[in-house]
T-cell receptor
Framework: DAKTTQPTSMDCAEGRAANLPCNHS???????VYWYRQIHSQGPQYIIH???NNETNEMASLIITEDRKSSTLILPHATLRDTAVYYC?????????????FGQGTTLQVKP | GAGVSQSPSNKVTEKGKDVELRCDPI?????LYWYRQSLGQGLEFLIY????????KSGLPSDRFSAERTGGSVSTLTIQRTQQEDSAVYLC?????????????????FGSGTRLTVV
């Protein structure tokens, strides 16, 4: 079972910031939060990951609450090409297992 | 290669036939994963390889499904006596261990998948 909860769908205006929330209240201390997205008919694409601190890369920012029970993925200036299903994942397993358990994700629709 | 390669990209097969799906992971990636995605659904984990061994087969839906990996590289997912409910996109991912910052994390790269249609 997925260990995260996300809204089913969200809309965002093109050029505006898209803020995608995720709840992971049962996260363990050594588990990372990963975000992937899947554009129609393609394999999932890595976006960003984090443990405790906020993270930023060329695609997005990840804000993790101090208690680590939730996080927010921020796309600072959404474009039409950012329309996709966004998955928030907590990595399960220790050592080398590391399988990703995907939930249903959030379908983000960026509108002109 | 530069990415994870899967073949064929599309496969149409008759009910009852066997199919083989192939995954070429990124060179040097020790871990390999198979997932499937039915139409309009999320990704369902099938099996995980570390090297040539499969420590986690918990997601294989039935004994008609099997997978192997040879030489720590190419993996084949075999579905015997295919059924219509096997129709889905089968995705492969590989990962490596990277040491970044304060902890070890794993980078996962997915292929584009094989779309299997059982008629």
């Amino acid at each position: 079972d997925a260990k995260t909860t996300q809204p089913t769908s969200m809309d965002c205006a093109e050029g505006r910031a898209a803020n995608l929330p995720c709840n992971h209240s049962t996260i363990s201390g050594n588990e990372y939060v990963y975000w992937y997205r899947q554009i129609h008919s393609q394999g999932p694409q890595y976006i960003i990951h984090g443990l405790k601190n906020n993270e930023t890369n060329e695609m997005a920012s990840l804000i993790i609450t101090e208690d680590r029970k939730s996080s927010t993925l921020i796309l600072p200036h959404a474009t039409l090409r950012d329309t996709a299903v966004y998955y928030c994942i907590v990595r399960v397993g220790s050592g080398n297992t590391g399988k990703l358990i995907f939930g249903q994700g959030t379908t983000l629709q960026v509108k002109p | 290669g530069a990415g994870v390669s899967q073949s064929p990209s599309n496969k149409v097969t008759e009910k009852g036939k066997d199919v083989e799906l192939r995954c070429d992971p990124i060179s040097g990636h020790t871990a390999l994963y198979w997932y499937r995605q039915s139409l309009g659904q999320g990704l369902e984990f099938l099996i995980y390889f570390q090297g040539n061994s499969a420590p986690d087969k918990s997601g294989l839906p039935s004994d008609r499904f099997s997978a192997e990996r040879t030489g720590g590289s190419v993996s084949t997912l075999t579905i015997q006596r295919t059924q219509q409910e096997d129709s889905a996109v089968y995705l492969c991912a590989s990962s490596s261990r990277q040491s970044i910052g304060t902890g070890r994390i794993y980078g996962y790269t997915f292929g584009s998948g094989t779309r299997l249609t059982v008629v």
